[in-house]
Every structure is written in C-alpha cells, then in structure tokens.
C-alpha cells in the first residue's frame, strides 16, 4: 500500500499507508491525520480510516457482542479538537455501563444514559486550570477546539458546546469532593456539611488542628496571638443577570464550600431585605448611603459579599453570598456570623470592613436575626472593628483615630486589605459568570475560591519567610528609633513623658478614654505663618544695616560677629539669584546697598582679625593674587569675600587654640540652633501644604498661597545651607582639638532628611514602615532657640509623633511575635491534615478491592502531600529562629545576610 499518510500528534513526519496508521493508532484513537491527495496535504480522520473503538476489553481483544454506540457519530472533546470516532461498547453479559466504560479509558460521559458525546479527561484538565490561570470561559475554550478542528468549515460541524458546558460542570463538582475527601465517607456525599469542602487556611486559629495545648488560658498580653483577623468586603464586578431561576438551575453545592446554603439565604433576606438602612454619619460612603438606592434592573444579583482570612487571603467557609440590592448590612451582616460560627471558641476576633464604622453600630441587635447557633457572646471576647487601611483617609477624622489598624495593639502589621487582592485574580471571570444562572454562578465562583485558596495554601512557606524576613529588620530599626526618642525627650519633658505613657496605655485598654494620638491644640494659622517671615525678613534688614565694628572687640566677639557674617553672605546670595534677568533698577539698587553695607562691615571685621590671627594677611595676599589670575573680583564682592575663621584656616598658618575652642562652641551652638529653625520652617510648610489641598479653592488664591509656599521652601533651603556650613567647620575643627562624640548627635544633612515629621524618606512607604528623620531626635541646644519648645502646639506635635513611633515598634514587634506564631500553626494543620487523610484510608470498606485500593492510594497521596508540604516549610524557615535570636541579643559583626541564604 502506497504511503500517503501522516499524523500531526505523533513524533516526526514518518509517512505511512493505512494499514500501518491504524494500527499504530489503536491506543491514540484522537490524533489527528494528513493525507497527501498529490498536490498538498489534507484533513482525514481516522473513523473514515476505518479505525473503531472498543470499549470494555483489553487491547486486542474483540467483544463478540459489540454494541455500536449510535447510529451516527460518537465525537470525544479533546485537547487537539473536536473529534467524531468510531466507538462499540461492550455488549458482554457482564459488561459494565457505558458511562462507566468511558470512564475507564478516561473519557468523561456527556450522561450517564446512552451518551453520545464525551470530554477526555485530559482537556478537562487543561481548561480547568486555564478557566483558573487565564478565566477563558467554557464558550471561548470550546470554539478554540472548534477552530483546532476546522478553521474554514469544510467539515460539517458537530454542535457539542451544551454537553461540553455540561460535562466542565459536573467535572468541578466532583473534583471539589473528592479534594475534600467526600468519596472516602461511607456515609455517602449527601452526609456533606456545609463548609465541608472548603479550603481552610492553615495559619488562622484553629481549634482541635493547629493550637497549642493551654492556649485558652493564656494570659491577656499573650491572648491576641489566638485570635482571629477576618475582612469583610463587597465585589461589585461579579454581579449576575436576571437569568434562569433557583428552580432551574439550583446550585450543586448546597453550602458545602463557601457560599452560604441558599435556600435559608433567601429565607432570611425574605423577611428583613426590604428594611430602610440608616445613613451613614461618616463620610459619604456610597456603599451604606446608596444600598438602598442601587439600580436592579436587569440584575438578580448586585454583587456578592465575602468574608476573608484577613492576615492570609483566604476565602473562610460559608462567607460568601449574594447581594440583591448593594452592599446592605442585612446581607453582610448574614455572611459574617455564618463564617464566624466555626471559630465560636476563640476567644479575641479582629474585623475590618471599611464601613466598620458604620456597620458595627447595632450589630449584636441585628444579630437576633440568624440563626441561634451562630450568635457571639460579645461580653466574654474582645473583639475590635478596624477599617483598612488603604479606605482609613476616606473617613472622617474621629474614624481615622478610632478604626485605625496602625493606631491599636495586638494587630501586627494586618491592613485588612486582602480581598481587593482576590478581587484583582476573580474579577476577569465576571465577563462570563455574570451571564450564567445561580446555580451555575455559584458552582464556578466557590471552585475559582477553592483554587484562590490552595494557591495561597502552597505559597504560605515563601510568603511567610518573606516576611519574617523584612519584619525583624523593621523591629529592630523602629525599636531604635522609639528608645532614641523617648531618650532624647525625657531628658527635655521628664515630667511630660511619664502623663503621655499612662495616657497611651489607657486608651489602649479602653478606648473609651482620652485619644493620645488626637489633635487637641489648635494648629498656626497661614497669618501667623506670614509674620513670622516677616519678622525674619526684618531681623535680616536690620542686622545687614548695623554700623561697623569699632572699639575693643573681645576673641568671642571676634568669632560670633565673623559666624553672623557668614550667614549675611548667604543671604546676600539667596538674594541675588531672587533678581532674575529682569530685576528693576531698584531692586538692583536695594540690593547694591546691602551689599555695599555688608562690604563695610567686613571691611572693619578683617581689620580687628588681624589683631588676633596676623597670618590670615598673607592667606588673603595669596588668595588676591589668585584672583588677578583668574581674571576675578573675588575679594571685591562681599558675598565671596574669604573670612578665614579658624576653621577656614586649619593652621596653615598660626592661630591661637582658644579662637578654635570658641568657634567650636560657637559652631555647635550654631547647629543646634539651625536644627529648630529648620524643624518650625518643615512644621509650616506641613501645614500650609495641607491648608492649601483642604481649603483653598480659585486661581488667585492658590497664587497666593503658592508663593507663600516658595518663601517657606526658600526658608528651609536656607536652614539646610546653614546647618551643612555649621557641620563642615565642626567636622574640620574636631580633628584639630580632638573633639570625639558630637557625630553621633549632630549628623550629616542629607537631602532626604529634611522632611516633616509626618513624612517618610519618600511618598511610597506607608505610616508602618515610616522612620522619623533623625533630626527630629536632636534636643535643642542654646537657651534662645528659634521655636519656643514649651510653647504648647510643639509639645502636642512631638507627644503625637512619640505616640506615632511607639505604637510603630510596638507593631512591628507584634508582628514578629504573629509570624512565628503562624509558622507552628502552619507546621501543626499540615501534621493534623496529613493524619487526617490517612485516617480515612479505612474509614470506608467496600468489597471492590480495585475501589478499595483506589481510595487507600488517593488518601495516602494527599497525607503525602500534606507532609511534603511540612517538610518543605520547615526547610525553608531552617534558619529563621537563629536570625530572630540574633537580632535579639543585638550581636555585633554577625552577616544576617549569610544567616538567611544557609
């Protein structure tokens, strides 16, 4: 026979005759092949090869009574394409059903009565994890087969798409049951609870799994490790059209996963759906004001609400559900207490929602109207709404300081912002899933959940070394930071430091009490802000325009005058480059006279140096002489004008040593005082900064207000060039007389120190991470500092950022404490769930012995699973006990870079 054949599925281009193809392809019936026609190649399939089927024997073995499987064509749905075969079932009398025939060569039945169709079981495979990874739908994936088939319609088509949707379906279903064991229960599927088959979160709390022996009597300031972190969230992505009914598409579920049992949903919903909802007092959240007002039309579902694991990013069991008219507290208020109801024995529960402001209020009456056995007795557990963080700047103030997760204790570094995280993964199924009847919505919906939370379940040992990782740094650094702090203010409000402890501890306890972190002062006003540069401005004129030195001038005299000119150079300069290109001739003439005062000034100093230092004459001869070189007016110009204090000098020529002590002293001074006169210069433009994106609103205002911006920008550039003047000389002056120590108070200026106290080293790190600039550490120094530190807005200021710092350490500290503790959590559900599995291995006999050896091996690969998991986990955070153990005892010269990568 002639060899015109080829296959596209096998291995190489080998062209074969017929004979030879089909009986190479008995055990590969759905390739597909290519018949050289003498001019290009074309479609054949190996049915109209003649190639059939048997089912139900051996390979080789034919069936004596064979039973064809319809009239027609049978077509298998296949990863290659849409396929019509020749198929005979066996007709033998103990043959099996045809359903469980398909089954066996691991085609999926269509139905379980004379099917005509079937899917294999590896294209099932296939689009169930692309309907995960990429949310491609069953009608786009179906038609991509379709188009593998026949791209140009030449083959007559054969429609599959409703058995196919059908078959994907059913498929979801028993793989969810069979993952969560339900096939090993000899009590059969229907003894399924709700929740049953959800995928629960290994690192929350829970009783009986993954707590340690005592922990319910633990003490109070160990009690929040226990305790549970749930978020409550509204997607309004995933609604679902008027299509189908309960009737006609019942969910398969039934409440086993994670949506909630409908039928007692709705009966709920029945009697209290259609109460009016009180209107928030809190900023205008759209979610509580227009719950009532949401448009339906068209829409069986609004939304679905959800409640999650909010440390992990897990679905909980039984907490999601629809919504039929936006986010009502009715709804919610259902879904919570129904995920609650398995963590009833834990005694501390933390609930962020970001209307928790709102919704809390009333919540324990609502709750008479669950079920019985789902009620919280509220006065035995402390339990604390908080609102995430990302939604806390929406809210108004009081919310800000009461709902806040970086304001209270026993949270960690929690945001309770993992839903908006699911939703970013669910939210492009929406396109599809919204088109489908309930049953059908919810079915898809609970199976993209279960896969969500098994990704989040393998990926808990990275995430959690990750973070422990970053968080005992972070301890370490705020810690640092707060005893800095709490060092440097003690020593300026002893009396002040010891009412602001007791005042935070308090209201940690009982909030009710006075806010430590609420404003209580009133703030400058943008007026005040004006005069005081005016009054600088005029401190400035008045000092350029002061006679000059005359009489007997005293060292320190000499030293403190030549400092106080420095500055009038910078200014001079400042001013200078203020004219611009197109300055008047009187601006150009002010600033002509203030140059020429200054020159006077100087003038008469350099006179009186000579009397104290005689060699800055010949320091001055060589600098001239440089200047005529260069063809330069060095020494003319008053701003240029080389001062030559000690400091300058650096003995290259002889100065006595007590000029040089009283410039260092001079110096020092000069630094600290420039330090609070560059913190009130940031305290305003913090404030005018915020003023201006509140308040003002119009062209000529915001002009106004802008350049009183630059005047203040102006300000704090000038502070800056001072304070690094001041360092510079102290740094030159400290090698000369053996100063040692001040470095570590008086510190280098870099640019991205210079920020508010309620600014971190740039826009992107968030309040828990921020460190406060090292310059707010730094006590003032003389006795006319340029702020008035008792001045009572300062002291609300510095206690809020003390409160601010403190509870940062204390939540990075907490943090530390939580990921250890769900590291054993995690170690302990793996080795729960593991004995689990393995306890079901004979939980059900059965006389099949290939039945009852298939539930054994399925079992035991789970527990396997299960202990690779631990063993890996375990790996992976080898080493992370000894970097927390280190960084405790504060060892020197330790890599904790080598500690991590062995």
């Given at each position: 026979?002639?060899?015109?054949?080829?296959?596209?599925?096998?291995?190489?281009?080998?062209?074969?005759?017929?004979?030879?193809?089909?009986?190479?392809?008995?055990?590969?019936?759905?390739?597909?092949?290519?018949?050289?026609?003498?001019?290009?190649?074309?479609?054949?399939?190996?049915?109209?090869?003649?190639?059939?089927?048997?089912?139900?024997?051996?390979?080789?073995?034919?069936?004596?009574?064979?039973?064809?499987?319809?009239?027609?064509?049978?077509?298998?749905?296949?990863?290659?394409?849409?396929?019509?075969?020749?198929?005979?079932?066996?007709?033998?009398?103990?043959?099996?059903?045809?359903?469980?025939?398909?089954?066996?060569?691991?085609?999926?039945?269509?139905?379980?009565?004379?099917?005509?169709?079937?899917?294999?079981?590896?294209?099932?495979?296939?689009?169930?994890?692309?309907?995960?990874?990429?949310?491609?739908?069953?009608?786009?994936?179906?038609?991509?087969?379709?188009?593998?088939?026949?791209?140009?319609?030449?083959?007559?088509?054969?429609?599959?798409?409703?058995?196919?949707?059908?078959?994907?379906?059913?498929?979801?279903?028993?793989?969810?049951?069979?993952?969560?064991?339900?096939?090993?229960?000899?009590?059969?599927?229907?003894?399924?609870?709700?929740?049953?088959?959800?995928?629960?979160?290994?690192?929350?709390?829970?009783?009986?799994?993954?707590?340690?022996?005592?922990?319910?009597?633990?003490?109070?300031?160990?009690?929040?490790?226990?305790?549970?972190?749930?978020?409550?969230?509204?997607?309004?992505?995933?609604?679902?059209?008027?299509?189908?009914?309960?009737?006609?598409?019942?969910?398969?579920?039934?409440?086993?996963?994670?949506?909630?049992?409908?039928?007692?949903?709705?009966?709920?919903?029945?009697?209290?759906?259609?109460?009016?909802?009180?209107?928030?007092?809190?900023?205008?959240?759209?979610?509580?004001?227009?719950?009532?007002?949401?448009?339906?039309?068209?829409?069986?579902?609004?939304?679905?609400?959800?409640?999650?694991?909010?440390?992990?990013?897990?679905?909980?069991?039984?907490?999601?559900?629809?919504?039929?008219?936006?986010?009502?507290?009715?709804?919610?208020?259902?879904?919570?207490?129904?995920?609650?109801?398995?963590?009833?024995?834990?005694?501390?529960?933390?609930?962020?929602?970001?209307?928790?402001?709102?919704?809390?209020k009333h919540l324990w009456e609502r709750m008479k109207r669950v079920p019985d056995m789902w009620h919280i007795d509220q006065t035995s557990k402390d339990i604390t709404f908080l609102v995430p963080k990302f939604h806390l700047p929406a809210h108004i103030t009081e919310c800000q300081w009461l709902f806040s997760f970086n304001l209270v204790r026993g949270v960690g570094r929690t945001d309770g912002e993992t839903p908006e995280r699911a939703w970013a993964s669910i939210n492009?199924?929406?396109?599809?899933?919204?088109?489908?009847?309930?049953?059908?919505?919810?079915?898809?919906?609970?199976?993209?959940?279960?896969?969500?939370?098994?990704?989040?379940?393998?990926?808990?040992?990275?995430?959690?070394?990750?973070?422990?990782?970053?968080?005992?740094?972070?301890?370490?650094?705020?810690?640092?930071?707060?005893?800095?702090?709490?060092?440097?203010?003690?020593?300026?409000?002893?009396?002040?430091?010891?009412?602001?402890?007791?005042?935070?501890?308090?209201?940690?306890?009982?909030?009710?009490?006075?806010?430590?972190?609420?404003?209580?002062?009133?703030?400058?006003?943008?007026?005040?802000?004006?005069?005081?540069?005016?009054?600088?401005?005029?401190?400035?004129?008045?000092?350029?325009?002061?006679?000059?030195?005359?009489?007997?001038?005293?060292?320190?005299?000499?030293?403190?005058?030549?400092?106080?000119?420095?500055?009038?150079?910078?200014?001079?300069?400042?001013?200078?480059?203020?004219?611009?290109?197109?300055?008047?001739?009187?601006?150009?003439?002010?600033?002509?006279?203030?140059?020429?005062?200054?020159?006077?000034?100087?003038?008469?100093?350099a006179k009186i140096q000579l009397l104290f230092i005689p060699g800055v004459a010949s320091l001055r001869d060589m600098a001239e002489e440089s200047s005529r070189i260069a063809s330069s007016d060095l020494l003319q110009r008053p701003e240029t004008f080389p001062l030559l204090l000690p400091s300058a000098i650096a003995r290259r020529v002889a100065c006595d040593q007590a000029l040089e002590q009283m410039e260092w002293k001079f110096r020092e001074g000069q630094a600290h005082?420039?330090?609070?006169?560059?913190?009130?210069?940031?305290?305003?433009?913090?404030?005018?900064?915020?003023?201006?994106?509140?308040?003002?609103?119009?062209?000529?205002?915001?002009?106004?207000?802008?350049?009183?911006?630059?005047?203040?920008?102006?300000?704090?550039?000038?502070?800056?060039?001072?304070?690094?003047?001041?360092?510079?000389?102290?740094?030159?002056?400290?090698?000369?007389?053996?100063?040692?120590?001040?470095?570590?108070?008086?510190?280098?200026?870099?640019?991205?120190?210079?920020?508010?106290?309620?600014?971190?080293?740039?826009?992107?790190?968030?309040?828990?991470?921020?460190?406060?600039?090292?310059?707010?550490?730094?006590?003032?120094?003389?006795?006319?500092?340029?702020?008035?530190?008792?001045?009572?807005?300062?002291?609300?200021?510095?206690?809020?950022?003390?409160?601010?710092?403190?509870?940062?350490?204390?939540?990075?500290?907490?943090?530390?404490?939580?990921?250890?503790?769900?590291?054993?959590?995690?170690?302990?559900?793996?080795?729960?769930?593991?004995?689990?599995?393995?306890?079901?291995?004979?939980?059900?006999?059965?006389?099949?012995?290939?039945?009852?050896?298939?539930?054994?091996?399925?079992?035991?690969?789970?527990?396997?699973?299960?202990?690779?998991?631990?063993?890996?986990?375990?790996?992976?955070?080898?080493?992370?006990?000894?970097?927390?153990?280190?960084?405790?005892?504060?060892?020197?010269?330790?890599?904790?870079?080598?500690?991590?990568?062995?």
């Open positions: 026979m002639t060899a015109v054949l080829r296959c596209s599925d096998c291995l190489g281009t080998d062209m074969l005759c017929t004979s030879c193809l089909l009986q190479g392809h008995e055990v590969t019936p759905l390739h597909r092949i290519e018949e050289w026609n003498g001019k290009f190649f074309e479609k054949k399939s190996l049915k109209d090869l003649g190639l059939r089927i048997q089912l139900g024997h051996p390979r080789g073995v034919k069936c004596y009574w064979p039973i064809s499987a319809v009239k027609d064509d049978f077509v298998v749905i296949h990863t290659n394409g849409v396929h019509s075969v020749g198929l005979d079932f066996c007709g033998c009398e103990l043959a099996e059903q045809t359903s469980q025939q398909l089954l066996r060569v691991r085609w999926f039945p269509a139905s379980s009565d004379k099917p005509r169709t079937a899917a294999s079981f590896a294209v099932l495979k296939q689009f169930h994890l692309l309907s995960f990874e990429s949310k491609v739908s069953t009608y786009e994936y179906y038609n991509a087969l379709m188009r593998m088939s026949d791209q140009v319609g030449k083959v007559e088509r054969k429609e599959r798409y409703e058995q196919f949707l059908r078959i994907t379906r059913e498929w979801r279903h028993l793989k969810m049951l069979k993952r969560a064991g339900r096939g090993h229960d000899n009590a059969g599927i229907e003894a399924t609870q709700e929740g049953d088959c959800a995928v629960l979160c290994p690192a929350c709390p829970q009783p009986g799994r993954n707590l340690v022996a005592g922990w319910s009597i633990a003490p109070p300031e160990k009690r929040w490790l226990y305790g549970l972190f749930v978020a409550i969230d509204a997607n309004f992505r995933l609604k679902r059209k008027t299509v189908s009914s309960d009737a006609a598409d019942p969910g398969l579920s039934r409440g086993w996963a994670y949506f909630v049992e409908e039928l007692s949903y709705k009966s709920y919903l029945k009697d209290y759906l259609n109460e009016p909802q009180p209107k928030s007092s809190c900023a205008g959240h759209t979610a509580v004001n227009a719950a009532d007002s949401k448009s339906t039309t068209g829409l069986a579902a609004t939304a679905i609400g959800t409640v999650d694991c909010a440390r992990h990013g897990f679905k909980l069991p039984c907490g999601v559900g629809d919504l039929q008219k936006g986010e009502k507290y009715v709804n919610m208020d259902y879904l919570v207490f129904s995920a609650l109801r398995s963590f009833a024995p834990l005694q501390v529960l933390k609930v962020s929602y970001d209307i928790a402001c709102q919704w809390h492009p199924a929406a396109s599809s899933t919204k088109e489908m009847g309930p049953g059908s919505q919810w079915d898809v919906i609970d199976d993209h959940f279960g896969d969500w939370n098994w990704k989040k379940l393998v990926t808990l040992g990275p995430m959690i070394l990750r973070k422990i990782q970053e968080a005992i740094p972070e301890r370490n650094e705020h810690r640092e930071d707060f005893t800095e702090l709490t060092e440097s203010l003690s020593s300026k409000y002893p009396n002040l430091m010891s009412s602001w402890e007791q005042q935070v501890h308090e209201w940690e306890y009982d909030m009710t009490k006075p806010n430590p972190f609420e404003v209580k002062v009133a703030e400058v006003t943008m007026a005040g802000i004006r005069l005081q540069l005016a009054k600088d401005d005029a401190i400035a004129v008045s000092d350029s325009n002061q006679p000059p030195l005359h009489g007997m001038v005293t060292p320190s005299i000499l030293i403190d005058t030549g400092i106080e000119l420095e500055d009038q150079q910078r200014r001079l300069i400042v001013e200078a480059a203020k004219l611009g290109e197109h300055a008047t001739d009187t601006q150009k003439a002010y600033l002509q006279q203030r140059a020429n005062a200054l020159k006077r000034r100087m003038d008469a100093w005082d420039t330090l609070n006169e560059l913190r009130q210069a940031l305290r305003s433009q913090s404030y005018m900064l915020k003023f201006k994106d509140r308040f003002i609103r119009g062209q000529g205002a915001n002009t106004r207000a802008q350049n009183c911006l630059k005047n203040v920008d102006a300000k704090v550039r000038a502070t800056a060039a001072k304070y690094r003047a001041a360092h510079h000389a102290l740094t030159v002056l400290s090698d000369l007389l053996g100063k040692v120590g001040w470095k570590h108070i008086l510190r280098p200026l870099a640019d991205e120190d210079i920020r508010s106290m309620t600014q971190g080293v740039d826009d992107s790190r968030s309040e828990g991470r921020r460190r406060l600039s090292w310059i707010w550490l730094v006590c003032g120094y003389s006795d006319s500092h340029v702020e008035n530190e008792d001045d009572a807005g300062v002291q609300e200021a510095i206690r809020i950022e003390w409160c601010r710092t403190r509870t940062r350490a204390y939540c990075w500290t907490e943090e530390v404490d939580l990921l250890f503790e769900e590291q054993e959590r995690i170690l302990r559900f793996l080795c729960w769930h593991a004995t689990w599995w393995r306890d079901k291995e004979n939980a059900w006999t059965v006389n099949d012995p290939a039945l009852q050896e298939g539930l054994r091996a399925y079992a035991e690969r789970q527990a396997t699973i299960r202990q690779d998991l631990k063993r890996t986990f375990e790996h992976m955070w080898r080493n992370m006990r000894q970097f927390l153990n280190i960084a405790d005892e504060g060892l020197q010269g330790v890599d904790s870079v080598d500690i991590l990568q062995h």
